[in-house]
């Protein structure tokens, strides 16, 4: 079974709360710990962009359970790859929560300082999030 990594994007449907992203971290952090899917969730209450790694039949089951998730919608995969090395070993999911994700990091990634998910590509979205996992650590 191959070690892959699924980058994708949505955007948070209108009457999303709090309490939401409250309840999928609890239950991300449940069932990735269950399937040894590691990863990291990003969000600034409109959009999200979130990566899995994992085995390709847990990371597939898994997106496929968000698919059907009624709170985001506009899906879109940015990046799918067979991988060698995870990015996020020690995290059954990370969350960086913020409505002002870091100019700087936005400008590195993509052609403005606006965190959207949608203008990176593959290789942007999986560099822009390593980015934020490092700037969470510090
Ligand atoms: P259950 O234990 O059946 O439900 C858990 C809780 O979520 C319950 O309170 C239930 O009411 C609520 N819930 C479940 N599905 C929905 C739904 N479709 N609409 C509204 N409320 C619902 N799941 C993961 O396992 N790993 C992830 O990394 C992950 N990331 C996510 C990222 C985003 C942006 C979103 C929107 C969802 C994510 N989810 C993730 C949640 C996923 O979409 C499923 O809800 C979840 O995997 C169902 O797991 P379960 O059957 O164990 O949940």
Partial sequence: MYLVRLI???RAKKDFDSKDIEEIMATSIKNNDRDDITGLLCFN???FLQCLEGSREKVNQTYTRICNDKRHEDMVILNYSEIYQRDYPDW????HLDNK???EINLEYSMN???DPFSFNGESARLFLKAIKEFIKK
């Fill in 45 to 47: 209450h409109r959009v």
């Fill in 101 to 103: 994700i870091r100019r």
């Fill in 8 to 10: 994708y994007a949505s």
């Fill in 113 to 115: 300082s606006i965190f």
């Fill in 92 to 95: 059954s999911m990370g969350l």
